[in-house]
């Protein structure tokens, strides 16, 4: 069993940062990949990026590439999204989740664990 809790969400002006992290409870954090999604109203949940359990492999959707960096800390048990040249686009709801699948699952559906969210406005 794993508890996810995100924080970092917040109101940002376009262009600029935040950082996002999941603190998750546990003694076996390095055993699961870890995923960030979002969801914007009236839409569904999306990938943001993944991570393996090593921090080896990571995944990026198109949309966030170059401008979001996923890490890890097994150490802290902690996974951060750094998020930088925000858009309006990226408001959402962000969402944790953690997996024993291998490798950084992008798909939803391969994730167990998911946190309760943390919401990220992005003004124009």
């Known amino acids: 069993q794993v508890q996810l809790v995100e924080s970092g969400g917040g109101l940002v002006q376009a262009g600029g940062s935040l950082r996002l992290s999941c603190a998750a409870s546990?003694?076996?954090?390095?055993?699961?990949?870890m995923g960030w999604f979002r969801q914007a109203p009236g839409n569904e949940r999306q990938f943001v990026a993944a991570?393996?359990?090593?921090?080896?492999?990571?995944y990026y959707a198109d949309s966030v590439k170059g401008r979001f960096t996923i890490s890890r800390d097994n150490a802290k048990n902690t996974v951060s999204l750094q998020m930088n040249s925000l858009k309006f686009e990226d408001t959402a709801v962000y969402y944790c989740?953690?997996?024993?699948?291998?490798?950084?699952?992008?798909?939803?559906?391969?994730?167990?664990?998911w946190g309760q969210g943390t919401q990220v406005t992005v003004s124009s």
């Open positions: 989740a953690a997996t024993v699948q291998a490798g950084a699952p992008r798909y939803q559906n391969d994730y167990t664990y």
């Open positions: 546990g003694r076996t954090f390095n055993s699961y990949a």
């Open positions: 991570i393996s359990w090593s921090g080896v492999r990571v």
